[in-house]
C-alpha cells in the first residue's frame, strides 16, 4: 500500500465533492435571491440544480468514503509500508535516520509506529499521522529549527562540570576516585536531571543534541581553567550517538574534565 497513492486518488474526490459543494451554494442563493425579487418562475430550475448538485455531491462523498474504507491504515503501519515510504522521505530530505520497525531515530528525536492506534509517537508527543511524508517533513522543520537555537557553549559545559563534580563525589565513597577520572556522560543525564518532572521537560534526546553541539566545539576552556575530553572507546552499551559537524555519526562514551 501506498499512502501517496491513496491521496492522490482521493484529492479526485475531494475536488468532485466541492465542486458540487459550490455548485450548491450558488444555487441556494440565487434561489433566494430569486425569493426575494419575487422570482418564482425561476425557482423550480433552480430547485432542479439544486436536487442534482445534492445527488452528485452525495455520489462523490460516497466514492470517497469507499476509497477510504479500502485504505487498510493498521495494515500500511503493520506489514512495513509505511516504513519503508517513510526512509525513503528521510533520504530524500536528508534526515539522519537509525533503527529498525518500529523504532527509530531521526538524531535527537525517537520515532516509533504503532500499527495496532495508527499513529506514530515522536518522543512523548502521539501524532495521528498516516501520511509518511508530512510525518518526516514536521520532522524535518523541528530539526532545523532546533539547528537555528542559540546554543551557550560555555554555561552548557559548566553545568556538565558541575554533575561531573557531583559524580566524582559520589564514586568516590566506594573507591579513591581521581578528580579528572572518566565519568560516562549518559551518567550525568541524571545528575542534571535530578526530577521525574525534569526528564520530561529535558528528555535524553535533548541531552544527546546539546551534548552533539559541545562535541562541535574546539578547545573550550571552563573558567576554573579546566578542560574536556569526550572519549568514545569505553562500553558501548551506555554509549550516546551524535552527530557531528559533518553529520556523521560518533558515539560518546565518557567524559572528563581536566587541568
Known amino acids: 500500500m501506498d499512502y501517496e497513492q491513496y491521496y492522490t486518488d482521493a484529492q479526485i474526490h475531494v475536488k468532485e465533492v466541492k465542486d458540487k ?27 432542479a440544480i439544486l436536487r442534482d448538485a445534492s445527488q452528485e455531491r452525495a455520489d462523490a462523498l460516497n466514492r ?15 506489514n512495513g509500508d509505511f516504513a ?18 518500529p523504532v527509530y531515530e531521526m538524531f535527537p528525536c525517537k520515532v516509533t509506529i504503532n500499527p495496532e492506534t495508527q499513529d506514530v509517537t515522536v518522543d512523548r508527543k502521539r501524532l495521528v499521522c498516516l501520511r509518511p ?29 558541575t554533575a561531573y563534580d557531583l559524580a566524582i563525589l559520589k564514586a568516590s565513597r566506594k573507591k579513591i576516585c581521581a578528580a579528572d577520572a572518566h565519568i560516562y556522560v549518559l551518567d550525568l543525564y541524571d545528575f542534571l536531571t535530578p526530577m521525574r518532572r525534569s526528564k520530561k521537560e529535558y528528555t535524553k534526546h535533548n ?17 576554573d581553567g579546566r578542560k574536556m575530553r569526550f572519549d568514545t572507546v569505553r562500553d558501548a552499551k551506555k554509549a550516546i550517538r551524535i552527530l557531528d559537524r559533518h553529520g556523521s555519526e560518533q558515539y560518546i562514551t565518557t567524559i572528563r574534565f581536566y587541568q
Open 21 to 47: 459543494t459550490d455548485a450548491q451554494s450558488r444555487a441556494v442563493k440565487k434561489i433566494q435571491k430569486c425569493l426575494a425579487d419575487g422570482d418564482m418562475g425561476t425557482l423550480p430550475k433552480l430547485f
Open 64 to 78: 470517497l468514503e469507499t476509497l477510504t474504507m479500502d485504505f487498510d491504515g493498521r495494515g500500511y503501519m503493520a
Open 84 to 101: 519503508s515510504h517513510m526512509l525513503a522521505c528521510c533520504k530524500q530530505l536528508g534526515v539522519d535516520v537509525q533503527g529498525s520497525f
Open 133 to 161: 511524508t508530512k510525518l518526516v517533513g514536521d520532522i524535518k522543520a523541528e530539526l532545523d529549527k532546533l539547528s537555528r537555537a542559540s546554543f551557550n557553549a560555555p554555561a552548557f559545559a559548566k553545568e556538565l562540570a
Open 207 to 223: 541531552f544527546a543534541y546539546d551534548l552533539a553541539r559541545l562535541y562541535a566545539e574546539d578547545d573550550l576552556t571552563l573558567d
